[in-house]
Structure formats: structure tokens, C-alpha cells
């Protein structure tokens, strides 16, 4: 099975910055894309960014020109370094993985990590 562990959540001021850090282990394959998602208290799930293994990125509207996401293929590691933060970034924020996988390891196509805490003091 596939692995991930996030760091670097915490405590920041608004206006403050964090970087998190996501990394896999176990059976990797193929890894189409990896990405950060965030879900707030009483919102839904969102995507915050995401990146391909060719190095394409897609961001949340919300947060371009702010976040940036990016990998180390060598490690299997992804990073979003988050600046300008704001009381609305406040989330649980979770790494996931998108890899193409054989039919006996469908279960791993879609990873997801246990999910790092980022506050943001009003």
C-alpha cells in the first residue's frame, strides 16, 4: 500500500507562511499527479493545487498568485508553500496522489494522506 504523510501545518498570523510537506512510500507506481486539498469547518472539500508528473500545475482561484506547489520526483515528495495567508486558509489540508496502477492495485490509484492542521489566527 501507498503512504502519505503530511507536515508543516500550524499556527500562523495572517499574513504569515507556512510550507507543507507531503511524502510517499510503499507501492508508488506511476503517479499521474499530486495534489493538496483543504477542507474548512462547514465548507466542502476543495482543491487548493494540484501538479502533473510533467510538471503542469492547477491552482484554486483563491489562492493564486499566493500558494505554490512543488515536487521532488526523486523523493516522491510534494511541497505547497503557502505566503499571505489568510483567516479564510484555515483548514485541515490533505496530500493526495493520483497514479495509474494495474487492475490487482486499483485500491491505490487514489491516495489520500491523513490531513495536517493550518490555523489562522483572526
Known amino acids: 500500500q501507498v503512504q502519505l504523510v503530511e507536515s508543516g501545518g500550524g499556527l500562523v498570523q495572517p499574513g504569515g507562511s507556512l510550507r507543507l510537506s507531503c511524502a510517499a512510500s510503499?507501492?508508488?507506481?506511476?503517479?499521474?499527479?499530486m495534489g493538496w486539498y483543504r477542507r474548512a469547518p462547514g465548507k466542502e472539500r476543495e482543491l487548493v493545487a494540484a501538479?502533473?508528473?510533467?510538471?503542469?500545475?492547477n491552482y484554486a482561484d483563491s489562492v493564486k498568485g499566493r500558494f505554490t506547489i512543488a515536487r521532488d520526483n526523486a523523493k516522491n515528495t510534494v511541497y505547497l508553500q503557502m505566503n499571505s495567508l489568510k483567516a479564510d486558509d484555515a483548514a485541515v489540508y490533505y496530500c493526495?496522489?493520483?497514479?495509474?496502477?494495474?487492475?490487482?492495485?486499483?485500491?491505490?490509484?487514489?491516495?489520500w494522506g491523513q490531513g495536517t492542521l493550518v490555523t489562522v489566527s483572526s
Open positions: 493526495h496522489i493520483n497514479q495509474q496502477v494495474p487492475w490487482w492495485r486499483e485500491r491505490d490509484r487514489e491516495v
Open positions: 510503499g507501492s508508488i507506481f506511476s503517479i499521474n499527479a
Open positions: 501538479i502533473t508528473s510533467s510538471g503542469s500545475t
